[in-house]
């Protein structure tokens, strides 16, 4: 199943929320969904699931969401780590989300052992911690099998442990040919978790890439050459439009993607290199440039000629 959004906008006043936003998820693929507080997040995900009213339509397999019978088994949602009836029990709590479904008892047994909540299965949801209603909303989200897994903020109140376990179920979920698709701030999980990420800022598309692709353009991604004379190294470089600045007492950061071509220049040169190092930017990173506003995605994969 593929999900399509198609031109979603919402508005507060004189506030865009959220404004066009066209993007495709795909099967077999885990999508992270980034973007600073009060991005649109939330309000995206709610359009998509026809919660909030807006402009524009999502259509799961060509489809609007309310043309699939049941909805349960086209995608299960978690938005909020507290939608749950404060005194009825966690189990009668699945019970209830199953009969949408015709899902069976052994089905509930099933995801409540999956998400670890056999010791409370029978309390009230009212006294559980953060991370206990986080387990209860996947558990919700999970009971139908669903085609398309959308999730806000899973991660919220979890311990590492659970974060853990969490990021390796939504990789094999994806890997049986499943959508997910996941906010989080936690941008280091989501290195480790995605394969895609579409980032917004303010409402708006500002990114719809390969996790790879997007932390590859960042300016952040840099070679350290450490030398015996950075400076006769640096005009070399510069010569050639090369930017590098100075790092230590005899390094250079150079905004360059292939090491061989530095090594070429300095022995040019008879410049003796002591370390080269090619320094991989973080997803924090290249997120971070991006939205803050300072978009240096500059770093390119060609390398000058090389003149004496």
């Known amino acids: 199943m593929s999900v399509e959004a198609i031109g979603l906008g919402k508005s507060y ?18 999508t992270g969904f980034l973007g600073p507080n009060g991005a649109g997040k939330s309000t995206t995900m709610r359009l998509m699931l026809g919660l909030d009213k807006g402009d524009g339509q999502t259509l799961w397999d060509g489809k609007k969401l309310t043309e699939h019978k049941p909805v349960s088994k086209v995608v299960g949602a978690h938005l909020d780590a507290k939608f749950f009836h404060p005194s009825r029990s966690a189990r009668n709590h699945l019970k209830m989300l199953a009969q949408e479904a015709s899902i069976p008892s052994s089905r509930i047994d099933e995801v ?8 409370v299965a029978k309390k009230a949801p009212g006294g559980f911690s953060l991370g206990m209603g986080q387990r209860l909303g996947l558990a919700g989200a999970l009971l139908a099998q669903p085609k398309v897994m959308l999730l806000d903020e899973p991660a919220n109140g979890l311990d590492p442990q659970s974060i853990q376990w969490l990021r390796d179920f939504l990789r094999h979920y994806a890997s049986q040919g499943n959508v997910v698709f996941v906010s989080s701030h936690l941008l280091s999980e989501m290195q480790l978790m995605a394969d895609h990420l579409i980032v917004i800022a303010k409402g708006k598309m500002v990114a719809n890439d390969s996790l790879a692709a997007f932390v590859a353009r960042s300016s952040g991604n840099d070679i350290l050459v450490r030398c015996s004379d950075p400076a006769k190294l640096a005009a070399a470089m510069a010569s050639v439009g090369v930017h590098c600045v100075p790092e230590g007492a005899d390094g250079l950061a150079v905004q360059l993607a292939n090491t061989d ?6 022995f040019k040169y008879g410049i003796t290199v002591y370390e080269l190092t090619k320094r991989t ?23 000058p000629e090389v003149t004496s």
């Open 13 to 30: 006043g004189s506030t865009r929320a959220v404004d066009d936003l066209t993007f495709r998820l795909e099967p077999g693929v885990v």
């Open 112 to 119: 409540i052992s999956l998400v670890g909540l056999q010791d």
């Open 261 to 266: 071509w530095i090594g070429d220049a300095a």
């Open 281 to 303: 930017a973080s997803l924090e990173d290249a997120f971070l440039e991006l939205t803050s506003g300072d978009q240096q995605f500059q770093l390119g994969s060609s390398a």
